[in-house]
């Protein structure tokens, strides 16, 4: 078990991420777990800064909105730096869920967890 | 085909990069210029991430990308040519006379830089290189998407 809960900080373009936790908050009223990261605005330096500031200290897993981009090479520069810092992409709703009632856990193991509950939540339903 | 884009931003690849210019270009090529970026094989492998596999992505220090331009644009294919800063497009300028003209698409805030429009900040010493660019013949404007209004240096600098 960590020794402090887990941070999760969403890196996103837009207001993705402000949007994500405001839903993750209506749905579960817990508040304060996630913390929000637009790259609004933001080169290299800037986005790095407002990542530093959001994560703090402590573990922390980032979930980045796309596999790619500004917001992934800032976060996977980060983690690099932070051995208890761990990056996740193609955050959706669903894995924020999952997590913000699972932050007793290593970073690594709960990155491998919100892949798998935000992989579970993609299906094509029954017409 | 040829290099359709030469662009100044320091995201280098990004989303409005690889989708919001390259789906309209119908790129299969992006050459990232950047000394750093060249010989650094854990940043190539992030960059690379970013990009779609049908579009190949190519590494070069400034001195290698002046060499390899003229073959970069008789390529069949469309192609992108990034830059991540101002100094970078000065210098490959100054090697490849051949580049004429550059797309300022995003230089962030930074301390010393003041507001150009909403994408550009520059200081004055960056504002003055830019200038020069247009001075000796290469056509300098910022527009951050096709879609926007391309802006010549004049206003923004």
């Keep these: 078990m960590s020794s402090s809960p887990l941070r999760g900080v969403i890196v996103s373009h837009a207001a993705v991420a402000q949007a994500l936790v405001a839903a993750v908050t209506a749905i579960t009223g817990i508040e304060g777990a996630l913390t929000p990261v637009s790259n609004e605005g933001c080169g290299t330096e800037a986005l790095a800064e407002r990542l530093r500031e959001a994560v703090g200290s402590g573990p922390a897993v980032l979930f980045v909105d796309l596999p790619g981009g500004s917001c992934l090479t800032s976060s996977a520069r980060y983690a690099k730096q932070h051995a208890d810092v761990a990056v996740v992409t193609g955050v959706n709703l669903a894995m924020l869920l999952d997590f913000v009632f699972h932050r007793d856990i290593a970073p690594a193991e709960a990155a491998r967890r919100a892949v798998d509950a935000g992989g579970k939540a993609i299906r094509v339903t029954a017409a | ?157």
């Design chain 2, 1 to 157: 085909m040829t290099l359709a884009l030469y662009r100044i931003d320091d995201r280098l690849i990004h989303g409005q990069v690889v989708v919001g210019w390259g789906q309209p270009l119908d790129c299969t090529f992006i050459v990232l210029v950047d000394d750093e970026v060249s010989g650094s094989d854990w940043e190539q492998d992030l960059y690379r991430m970013g990009v779609p596999p049908h579009i190949e992505v190519i590494f070069a220090s400034v001195e290698k990308a002046a060499e390899l331009l003229p073959t970069w644009e008789a390529d069949s294919r469309v192609g992108i040519l990034l830059v991540g800063d101002i100094d970078t497009a000065v210098a490959l300028t100054a090697r490849a006379p051949q580049v004429r003209r550059f797309n300022v698409g995003g230089v962030h805030h930074r301390t010393g830089r003041r507001e150009r429009l909403r994408f550009v900040y520059l200081t004055d010493d960056e504002a003055a290189k830019l200038r020069q660019l247009s001075a000796r013949g290469v056509e300098v404007t910022a527009q951050d998407v096709p879609t926007a209004r391309a802006v010549p240096v004049g206003e923004f600098t």
